[in-house]
Protein backbone atom coordinates (compact mmCIF):
# COMPACT_ATOMS: atom_id res chain seq x y z
CA UNK A 1 0.00 0.00 0.00
CA UNK A 2 1.26 3.52 -1.20
CA UNK A 3 1.58 5.68 2.05
CA UNK A 4 2.98 9.71 2.14
CA UNK A 5 3.61 10.69 5.71
CA UNK A 6 4.47 14.76 5.54
CA UNK A 7 5.46 16.02 9.23
CA UNK A 8 7.16 19.35 10.24
CA UNK A 9 4.43 21.39 10.02
CA UNK A 10 3.09 24.19 12.66
CA UNK A 11 3.22 27.57 14.02
CA UNK A 12 6.18 29.89 12.49
CA UNK A 13 6.46 33.54 12.70
CA UNK A 14 6.77 35.74 9.66
CA UNK A 15 10.43 35.91 8.22
CA UNK A 16 11.30 32.53 10.14
CA UNK A 17 11.66 28.61 8.51
CA UNK A 18 10.24 25.30 8.98
CA UNK A 19 11.68 22.24 6.83
CA UNK A 20 8.93 19.73 5.57
CA UNK A 21 9.44 15.97 5.49
CA UNK A 22 7.47 13.61 3.56
CA UNK A 23 8.16 10.03 4.42
CA UNK A 24 6.97 7.40 1.06
CA UNK A 25 6.50 3.70 1.35
CA UNK A 26 5.09 0.84 -0.22
CA UNK A 27 6.23 1.79 -3.73
CA UNK A 28 10.21 2.46 -5.16
CA UNK A 29 10.23 6.20 -4.46
CA UNK A 30 13.66 6.82 -6.27
CA UNK A 31 11.69 6.26 -9.21
CA UNK A 32 8.75 8.75 -9.67
CA UNK A 33 8.73 12.51 -9.38
CA UNK A 34 7.68 14.10 -6.37
CA UNK A 35 5.67 17.22 -5.77
CA UNK A 36 4.82 19.69 -2.91
CA UNK A 37 1.12 20.99 -3.75
CA UNK A 38 -0.30 23.49 -0.60
CA UNK A 39 -4.27 24.77 0.03
CA UNK A 40 -4.80 27.67 2.02
CA UNK A 41 -7.71 27.72 4.49
CA UNK A 42 -11.30 27.75 2.39
CA UNK A 43 -9.09 27.86 -0.68
CA UNK A 44 -8.21 25.58 -3.92
CA UNK A 45 -5.08 23.71 -4.38
CA UNK A 46 -1.75 25.57 -5.73
CA UNK A 47 0.93 23.89 -7.35
CA UNK A 48 4.62 24.45 -5.35
CA UNK A 49 7.40 22.37 -6.23
CA UNK A 50 8.42 19.36 -7.93
CA UNK A 51 11.54 17.51 -8.31
CA UNK A 52 12.73 14.88 -10.64
CA UNK A 53 13.35 10.95 -9.56
CA UNK A 54 17.43 11.39 -9.06
CA UNK A 55 16.78 15.08 -7.75
CA UNK A 56 18.95 16.45 -10.51
CA UNK A 57 15.92 18.77 -11.43
CA UNK A 58 13.50 20.89 -9.43
CA UNK A 59 10.90 23.51 -10.42
CA UNK A 60 9.21 26.11 -8.63
CA UNK A 61 6.04 28.28 -8.57
CA UNK A 62 7.20 32.25 -8.89
CA UNK A 63 5.13 32.69 -5.27
CA UNK A 64 8.08 30.31 -3.43
CA UNK A 65 11.30 30.96 -6.29
CA UNK A 66 13.81 31.87 -4.22
CA UNK A 67 12.40 31.52 -0.62
CA UNK A 68 11.46 27.34 -0.84
CA UNK A 69 14.14 24.56 -1.83
CA UNK A 70 12.98 20.94 -2.55
CA UNK A 71 15.02 18.41 -2.16
CA UNK A 72 14.82 14.43 -1.90
CA UNK A 73 16.72 11.43 0.12
CA UNK A 74 16.43 8.43 -2.39
CA UNK A 75 18.07 6.06 0.36
CA UNK A 76 15.63 7.20 2.93
CA UNK A 77 12.63 7.14 0.80
CA UNK A 78 12.15 10.84 2.35
CA UNK A 79 11.05 14.34 0.12
CA UNK A 80 11.94 17.73 2.06
CA UNK A 81 10.44 21.15 1.88
CA UNK A 82 12.83 23.69 3.03
CA UNK A 83 10.95 26.93 3.56
CA UNK A 84 12.79 30.45 4.32
CA UNK A 85 11.52 34.39 4.69
CA UNK A 86 7.87 32.59 5.66
CA UNK A 87 4.74 34.91 4.87
CA UNK A 88 1.29 35.18 6.15
CA UNK A 89 0.25 34.34 2.54
CA UNK A 90 2.37 31.01 3.09
CA UNK A 91 -0.32 29.75 5.74
CA UNK A 92 -1.94 26.69 4.18
CA UNK A 93 -1.91 22.71 4.52
CA UNK A 94 0.69 21.28 2.47
CA UNK A 95 0.73 18.09 0.79
CA UNK A 96 3.21 15.55 -0.59
CA UNK A 97 2.12 13.79 -4.04
CA UNK A 98 3.92 11.42 -6.10
CA UNK A 99 3.44 11.05 -10.04
CA UNK A 100 1.51 12.73 -11.94
CA UNK A 101 0.21 13.56 -9.12
CA UNK A 102 -1.65 10.15 -8.35
CA UNK A 103 -1.32 9.29 -4.57
CA UNK A 104 -1.32 12.06 -2.08
CA UNK A 105 -0.40 12.04 1.77
CA UNK A 106 -2.87 13.58 4.24
CA UNK A 107 -0.93 16.52 4.77
CA UNK A 108 0.61 18.79 7.27
CA UNK A 109 -0.78 22.30 8.20
CA UNK A 110 1.71 25.46 8.47
CA UNK A 111 0.36 28.90 10.05
CA UNK A 112 2.54 31.63 9.55
CA UNK A 113 1.71 34.21 12.03
CA UNK A 114 3.06 36.71 14.55
CA UNK B 1 2.07 30.53 -13.96
CA UNK B 2 -1.75 31.63 -13.99
CA UNK B 3 -3.93 29.08 -12.80
CA UNK B 4 -6.70 27.08 -14.99
CA UNK B 5 -10.09 28.05 -15.09
CA UNK B 6 -13.15 26.21 -14.04
CA UNK B 7 -16.29 27.04 -13.47
CA UNK B 8 -16.95 27.74 -9.48
CA UNK B 9 -20.12 25.15 -9.17
CA UNK B 10 -22.02 22.75 -11.27
CA UNK B 11 -24.71 20.75 -9.99
CA UNK B 12 -26.98 17.64 -10.92
CA UNK B 13 -29.90 15.50 -9.95
CA UNK B 14 -28.81 11.79 -9.22
CA UNK B 15 -28.50 9.97 -12.09
CA UNK B 16 -28.26 12.81 -14.42
CA UNK B 17 -24.77 14.02 -16.05
CA UNK B 18 -22.26 16.86 -15.06
CA UNK B 19 -19.19 17.98 -16.73
CA UNK B 20 -16.83 20.45 -15.69
CA UNK B 21 -14.46 22.12 -17.87
CA UNK B 22 -10.72 22.96 -17.61
CA UNK B 23 -9.80 26.41 -19.58
CA UNK B 24 -6.04 26.47 -20.01
CA UNK B 25 -3.32 28.33 -22.92
CA UNK B 26 -0.95 26.38 -25.39
CA UNK B 27 1.44 26.24 -22.63
CA UNK B 28 -0.33 24.00 -20.60
CA UNK B 29 -3.26 22.28 -21.37
CA UNK B 30 -3.05 22.33 -25.19
CA UNK B 31 0.26 21.58 -25.20
CA UNK B 32 0.61 18.05 -23.40
CA UNK B 33 -1.75 15.46 -22.51
CA UNK B 34 -1.14 15.10 -19.13
CA UNK B 35 -3.95 16.41 -17.46
CA UNK B 36 -5.47 15.04 -14.40
CA UNK B 37 -8.85 15.23 -12.80
CA UNK B 38 -8.90 14.82 -9.02
CA UNK B 39 -12.05 14.92 -7.01
CA UNK B 40 -11.84 16.37 -2.79
CA UNK B 41 -14.18 15.68 -0.19
CA UNK B 42 -14.38 18.32 2.89
CA UNK B 43 -11.06 17.89 5.04
CA UNK B 44 -9.67 15.25 2.52
CA UNK B 45 -6.34 14.76 0.59
CA UNK B 46 -7.64 15.12 -3.41
CA UNK B 47 -8.15 11.55 -5.21
CA UNK B 48 -6.87 11.17 -8.46
CA UNK B 49 -9.87 10.68 -10.97
CA UNK B 50 -8.45 10.91 -14.06
CA UNK B 51 -4.79 11.34 -15.79
CA UNK B 52 -3.12 11.83 -19.22
CA UNK B 53 -6.39 13.25 -20.36
CA UNK B 54 -8.49 10.40 -20.46
CA UNK B 55 -7.23 7.70 -18.23
CA UNK B 56 -8.65 6.20 -15.14
CA UNK B 57 -6.91 4.50 -12.59
CA UNK B 58 -7.54 1.26 -11.25
CA UNK B 59 -10.55 1.75 -8.78
CA UNK B 60 -11.92 4.92 -10.50
CA UNK B 61 -15.88 3.90 -11.36
CA UNK B 62 -15.93 4.44 -15.36
CA UNK B 63 -19.17 7.19 -14.59
CA UNK B 64 -16.32 9.25 -14.41
CA UNK B 65 -14.59 9.96 -17.91
CA UNK B 66 -12.18 13.10 -19.37
CA UNK B 67 -11.54 14.30 -22.85
CA UNK B 68 -9.66 17.41 -24.25
CA UNK B 69 -10.43 19.66 -27.24
CA UNK B 70 -7.87 22.47 -27.60
CA UNK B 71 -7.03 24.54 -24.38
CA UNK B 72 -9.73 23.04 -22.81
CA UNK B 73 -10.04 20.39 -20.98
CA UNK B 74 -13.23 18.32 -19.40
CA UNK B 75 -14.51 15.93 -16.75
CA UNK B 76 -18.09 14.08 -17.32
CA UNK B 77 -19.64 12.59 -14.40
CA UNK B 78 -22.40 10.56 -15.83
CA UNK B 79 -24.88 8.35 -13.04
CA UNK B 80 -24.29 11.03 -10.53
CA UNK B 81 -24.36 9.74 -7.39
CA UNK B 82 -24.33 11.48 -3.68
CA UNK B 83 -20.92 10.65 -3.25
CA UNK B 84 -20.00 12.31 -5.93
CA UNK B 85 -20.61 15.65 -4.18
CA UNK B 86 -17.11 17.11 -4.22
CA UNK B 87 -14.74 19.76 -5.10
CA UNK B 88 -13.19 18.76 -8.29
CA UNK B 89 -9.98 19.99 -9.45
CA UNK B 90 -8.01 19.78 -13.09
CA UNK B 91 -4.32 19.81 -13.34
CA UNK B 92 -1.82 20.25 -16.15
CA UNK B 93 1.55 19.54 -16.68
CA UNK B 94 3.06 23.19 -18.21
CA UNK B 95 6.72 22.20 -18.78
CA UNK B 96 8.61 24.00 -16.56
CA UNK B 97 5.87 23.55 -13.77
CA UNK B 98 2.85 22.52 -13.32
CA UNK B 99 -0.87 24.12 -12.45
CA UNK B 100 -3.65 23.35 -11.26
CA UNK B 101 -7.30 24.51 -11.54
CA UNK B 102 -9.44 27.11 -9.49
CA UNK B 103 -11.59 24.07 -8.76
CA UNK B 104 -15.43 23.34 -9.33
CA UNK B 105 -17.64 22.58 -6.40
CA UNK B 106 -19.97 19.77 -7.71
CA UNK B 107 -23.32 19.45 -5.95
CA UNK B 108 -25.98 16.56 -6.10
CA UNK B 109 -29.31 17.75 -5.87
Known amino acids: EVQLVESGGGLVQPGGSLRLSCAAS????????MHWVRQAPGKGLVWVSR????????SYADSVKGRFTISRDNAKNTLYLQMNSLRAEDTAVYYC???????WGQGTLVTVSS | QSALTQPPSASGSPGQSVTISCTGT?????????VSWYQQHPGKAPKLMIY???KRPSGVPDRFSGSKSGNTASLTVSGLQAEDEADYYC?????????FGTGTKVTVL
Open chain 1, 51 to 58: INSDGSST
Open chain 1, 26 to 33: GFTFSSYW
Open chain 2, 26 to 34: SSDVGGYNY
Open chain 1, 97 to 103: ASGYPDY
Open chain 2, 91 to 99: SSYAGSNNV
Open chain 2, 52 to 54: EVS
